[in-house]
Nanobody, 123 residues
Framework: QVQLVESGGGLVQPGGSLRLSCTTS????????MGWYRQVPGKERELVAT???????EYGNSVKGRFTISIDNANNTVDLQMDNLAPEDTAVYYC?????????????????WGQGTRVTVAS
């Protein structure tokens, strides 16, 4: 019922910046937590950054000080500003959210994942 629409991935040189965006669509959805995880072939998916609807944040150790996550509650959108990108940041980035979907006069707790957007950091 709820879809996560991701955008902003692409190719960037080391030291450059990208901004990823993820928004919900399709149904009324109240975000509890939203953010990004990333994965490279052969490795486990790892935390990048998450943010709650009251703006509490969590960052993976490898991105602290370089990435900044923010949330727009009204539009159910989360942005990830990625600065000082390094080749080690190359991965497919997946949007994640946990929230409440309004359906049939009640709210249902859901965990959702996007399809992923690729970030490549290379010269």
């Amino acid at each position: 019922q709820v879809q996560l629409v991701e955008s902003g991935g692409g190719l960037v040189q080391p030291g450059g910046s990208l901004r990823l965006s993820c928004t919900t669509s399709g149904s009324m959805f109240s975000i509890g937590k939203m953010g990004w995880y990333r994965q490279v072939p052969g490795k486990e998916r790892e935390l990048v950054a998450t943010i709650t609807n009251d703006h509490s944040t969590e960052y993976g150790n490898s991105v602290k000080g370089r990435f900044t996550i923010s949330i727009d509650n009204a539009n159910n959108t989360v942005d990830l500003q990625m600065d000082n990108l390094a080749p080690e940041d190359t991965a497919v980035y997946y949007c994640y959210t946990r929230g409440l979907r309004y359906s049939d006069y009640r709210y249902l707790l859901e965990d959702l994942w996007g399809q992923g957007t690729r970030v490549t950091v290379a010269s």
